[in-house]
């Protein structure tokens, strides 16, 4: 559990109320970012927390999120399976399901998925969509 000098709740608070929830990340080497999985590292309380059937926890409504992961690798079979399993047990212990996953190939440079109409266009109609389901 975290000490009353650890401010990191007001991390995870947002999870524990959004109605909807979008990760982007990009991936690296199969993987989700150092930063992105430090943060799913230090969530180890409320996996501890549903696990001892906290009732604050276990009685949170079931959510949806939608999950968007780019790689600048343009093959690759299992390329983005690691990062979507890390994300969907760290999104149960916040009774958040994952309802879409929006996979994005070949995107290395800053502009690239930005100029990807058909990808820029996906992007935007899940967000569209997760935001009106959550209405």
Same mark, same amino acid.
């Given at each position: 559990? %975290? ?6 709740? $007001? ?13 982007? $990340? ?5 993987? *989700?970012?150092s ?5 799913? @590292?230090? $969530?180890q309380?409320?996996w501890?927390a +549903?696990?001892? &059937?906290?009732?604050?926890?276990? $009685?949170?409504? =079931? +959510?949806?999120?939608?999950?968007? !992961? ?7 079979? +299992? !390329?983005?399976?690691?990062?979507? %399993?890390? %994300?969907?047990?760290? *999104?149960? @212990?916040? &009774?958040? /399901?994952? &309802?879409? /996953? !929006?996979?994005? +190939? &070949?995107?290395?440079g800053? /502009? =690239? %998925? ?6 820029? @266009?996906r992007?935007? @109609? ?10």
């Amino acid at each position: 559990m %975290l000490t009353p000098k650890d401010d990191s709740f $007001s991390l995870f608070e947002p999870l524990l109320t959004a109605r909807t929830v979008l990760f982007a $990340s990009p991936i690296y080497f199969y993987a *989700l970012p150092s930063r992105l999985k430090t943060l799913i @590292d230090r $969530s180890q309380q409320f996996w501890a927390a +549903r696990a001892e &059937g906290a009732p604050w926890l276990t $009685s949170l409504p =079931d +959510r949806w999120a939608t999950v968007a !992961l780019t790689a600048g690798r343009p093959t690759g079979e +299992r !390329l983005f399976e690691s990062a979507e %399993l890390t %994300l969907r047990y760290f *999104l149960r @212990d916040y &009774g958040i /399901n994952i &309802g879409r /996953n !929006l996979h994005f +190939r &070949g995107k290395d440079g800053p /502009n =690239d %998925l930005r100029e990807d109409y058909e990808a820029h @266009d996906r992007l935007l @109609d899940a967000g569209r969509r997760a935001w009106e389901e959550a209405l």
